[in-house]
Every structure is written in structure tokens, then in C-alpha cells.
């Protein structure tokens, strides 16, 4: 058992060597002290900054994994989308934000206080970093997706007093990605939807600003956070004339943790970087 454990931990380093040779990769806090309203047992807000090898686009792409504001699903969630992207040639940035949700404010509030933080981090180093700053989106999934679209619909709104110089800098984005957002619905505020989100009206999260950008979302048609969110955000960008693309899967369940790698759900990475080319942010 010794030896297999070995054996697993070298290809396990092995296999992390080779990613880190391949793209390049900084870590950075996201704070410069101790992050607002933190509260003890909170994980520290971290950036990833992932460039890809064979960089073909001047996008970049914020990533929030999901867990319920309770844990991130790094692996799960952020990892593959993380490596699709920097394959493709874009520029990734994973947000390990604030973990569990706070006990003295609204569940997302310092998630949401950090992917503010995170947008106006990556405006700043855009030049630096060979971004355009008119292409930087933000993707998340579940309780992210939640956060993607706070991020997304609500930049106007400052989520926390300002600390220093970098929060001079706008927090809007240019596109988003909700993948199976949760919480969007009034009746799944914190949990499943009771109605299916079939009759419920948006939570009083969501200001849907004038800085809210183009989105792409994802979501499966059996799952108990209801694709209704996602539909009810897709027929709002509508009214607002913002071009918006939605994908919704017979059958799938939340996470598609009921799919098959070759199920049509499965490739839902495949769908949004195509949106991106129409959209002329990714080549």
C-alpha cells in the first residue's frame, strides 16, 4: 500500500510539474491585508493566474467553482474549465474566494466582496499581462454562478469600502458564464426550487445595471436549482436588448453528475468557447 501510495503521489507531482511547465502560473492574494468583514475560520481569498502556452486570445476568463458558499469545488468545477480554456489559448484566472459564508452578512457577500476585488485586480494588470481590457468575463458554477452573475448584473454597486488605490479601478465585465447558477429565483433563495422556479420572481440580488455585459448560460433541464433562473436571466438580458445565448439539457441534473462523458451536456465547454468566437472574444 506504501509503495502504490508512492507511486500515486510522484505521478501526481509529475502530472502537476508538467501543467506548471506548460502554462504559466502566479499566485496573488486578493487582498492586501486582512479581506473586509472577515470572519474567523474563512479560508484567504487567493488569484490564480494561469497563461496559456500557445496564447491565441487577448480575453481572459475569471473562474468561480461552486459549493454552496460552504466549500469550492476546485477539481471538479474550476479544473477542467481551467485547462479547456488555457488549451484553447485563453487566459484564466481561478478565484479561490471566501469560504464558508459568513455568519454577521447575506451568504454571498464575501464571496461577492472578493470577485469585485478580483475584476478590478485583472483590469489593472490587463496591459501588463497582454489582456484586453474590454474582454475580460467572469464564469461560475452553482453558488458561482450565483456569484457570476452578482459579479455580472451588479458592478455598480460597491460590495465593500474601498481599501487602497486598486479600488479606484471599475469591477464590470465584459461577458459572463452562469453554469447551473443556484439562489437566482425567489422560491430557491437558499437552496432547491420548491416550485421548480416555474412561477417565482428574481431574488433582490441581481440589480441588472447598465454595465451588464453579454452572457452564455448553461444549465440542465432536471436540475432542483431550477434552469428557470437561467431562463428568467436570459429573457431579462432580452428586455434589455443584451445579446445572451442559453443552453439547457434534457435530463441533466445539477452538476450533470448523472452524465456520461459522451452525453451531449458534457460538451457544454465546447458550446460557450463557439458563443465566444461569435461574440469575437476568443479566435
Known sequence: MKRLLGTLSLFCLFN????????????????????????????????????????????????????????????YEGVPARDFFLKKGVTVVMLRY??????AMPKHMSAWQDAQRAVRFVRA??????????????MGFSAGGHLTLMTATTSLTPAYEPVDELDKVPCHVNF??????????KDGADGTNAGK?????????????????????IHGDGDGYS????????????TMN??????VYALANHAFRNC??????MFWKDRVYAWMKVMKIAK
Not at 456520461?260 to 451536456?265: A, G, N, Q, V
Open 242 to 247: 443584451i445579446p445572451a445565448e442559453i443552453h
Open 260 to 265: 456520461k462523458p459522451e452525453d451531449p451536456m
Open 176 to 185: 459572463a458564464v452562469p453554469i447551473y447558477p443556484a439562489y437566482v429565483l
Open 125 to 138: 494588470h490587463a496591459q501588463e499581462w497582454g489582456i484586453n481590457p474590454e474582454k475580460i468575463g467572469f
Open 98 to 103: 471566501r469560504v464558508p459564508r459568513p455568519k
Open 227 to 238: 434552469p428557470m433562473g437561467s431562463v428568467s436571466v436570459y429573457h431579462k438580458l432580452r
Open 16 to 75: 502537476v510539474c508538467v501543467l506548471l511547465n506548460a502554462f504559466g502560473f502566479e499566485k496573488f492574494n486578493v487582498w492586501p491585508d486582512t479581506p473586509p468583514k472577515w470572519e474567523e475560520g474563512q479560508a484567504i481569498p487567493v488569484l490564480e493566474w494561469w497563461t496559456p502556452e500557445n496564447k491565441t486570445s487577448d480575453a481572459c476568463l475569471i473562474i468561480a467553482p461552486g459549493g454552496a458558499y460552504m466549500g469550492v469545488a476546485y477539481d
Open 197 to 217: 422556479g416555474n412561477d417565482s420572481e428574481f431574488v433582490a440580488d441581481f440589480a441588472f445595471d447598465e454595465k451588464t455585459p453579454i452572457m452564455c448560460l
